[in-house]
């Protein structure tokens, strides 16, 4: 039994060493556009954590070959991962007061507005933004965002109908740009009237990039947000939004370089929600513009979606 027992932590060992090397050369190729490589690429930040867990138990079960092919596993996914959890952001100007941003995809199904209220209490937040907004939260509202009276939502899908939306609430008055609701894709925008420092907000909830669809495509998608990003615009842009994607994979990466946005550090992923923050994909994402420097982002009190929420914090940054 106890051979048995050996050998199967053998083979486990292996497979976790196979696994991380397989995700972190696929992390460090993601700048390549293709779909298996951007597809493992997403999982960087929770395989990374499998090996730090996996090269613990090998170096308690003396497995030094394995243990060492874990620890080589473990440092490129943290080169790997750099620019998700270390990202560079311009300084924020000296003195500007921030303004706290609040996301959470709610979950159609989700009918705990109590809980989803008190997640949104908790953070404090100067604008709320959710996706997957559906008819019971829309009237729901008021004990949504008791705080937040000036409110932007999408309309209706008029092809699915009771399709959810996404809306915005904010403390500011807030002046409708742009939305859209189609099969698993949202976006709406507003321009947020701060007092003396306005920004354009935009959300968003892109599909998942599997199964392989030529419908319904993530990339597809992503374009449209791009033209949305180049309709001229006197005020910094924000963007946050459920992507279904991380920042170490090709779509967002490429999103970032040609839309010159910086995005908020996701070390600590938010979805699924029933798994610890380290075993947790970063899909929950945000993204500033010129003009703008995201100061910290952190993951709210969960809402009863199969999603976390997050909160980020905003202010003008310092022109070069």
């Given at each position: 039994m106890k051979k048995v027992l050996s050998s199967l932590a053998n083979w486990a060992l292996w497979g976790a060493v196979a696994l991380g090397l397989v995700v972190a050369i696929c992390t460090l190729a993601a700048a390549i556009d293709e779909r298996v490589i951007d597809f493992f690429a997403q999982f960087g930040a929770p395989t990374l954590s499998l090996c730090v867990l996996a090269l613990a138990l090998a170096l308690v079960l003396r497995r030094w070959k394995p243990a060492a092919g874990l620890a080589v596993a473990a440092a490129v996914l943290l080169l790997a991962l750099r620019g998700q959890w270390f990202p560079a952001h311009a300084p924020a100007l000296a003195g500007a007061p921030p303004a706290r941003i609040y996301f959470a995809n709610i979950w159609n199904e989700n009918r705990d507005i109590a809980r989803?209220?008190?997640?949104?209490?908790?953070?404090?937040?100067?604008?709320?933004?959710?996706?997957?907004?559906?008819?019971?939260?829309?009237?729901?509202?008021?004990?949504?965002?008791?705080?937040?009276?000036?409110?932007?939502?999408?309309?209706?899908?008029p092809i699915y109908a009771g399709q959810p939306g996404a809306v915005i609430a904010s403390r500011w008055p807030l002046q409708p740009l742009v939305s859209g609701v189609t099969w698993n894709f949202n976006i709406l925008a507003a321009r947020v009237e701060r007092p003396g420092a306005p920004f354009r907000l935009i959300v968003v909830h892109l599909t998942r990039p599997w199964p392989f669809r030529k419908s319904s495509n993530q990339a597809d998608q992503i374009r449209r947000l791009e033209a949305a990003l180049a309709t001229p615009s006197d005020v910094p842009t924000v963007v946050v939004g459920d992507f279904n994607a991380t920042t170490s994979g090709a779509r967002l990466k490429s999103l970032m370089m040609y839309e010159s946005l910086t995005p908020a550090p996701a070390v600590i992923g938010d979805w699924p929600s029933a798994l610890p923050g380290p075993f947790r994909i970063g899909i929950e994402n945000a993204f500033a513009g010129p003009g703008l420097s995201i100061l910290s982002r952190r993951i709210a009190e969960p809402t009863g979606s199969d999603h976390r929420p997050i909160v980020l914090e905003i202010a003008p940054a310092k022109r070069p």
């Open positions: 989803a209220a008190r997640s949104v209490s908790d953070a404090h937040p100067d604008v709320a933004a959710m996706v997957e907004f559906s008819d019971p939260h829309r009237a729901a509202q008021s004990v949504l965002f008791p705080a937040l009276p000036y409110r932007v939502l999408s309309p209706g899908n």
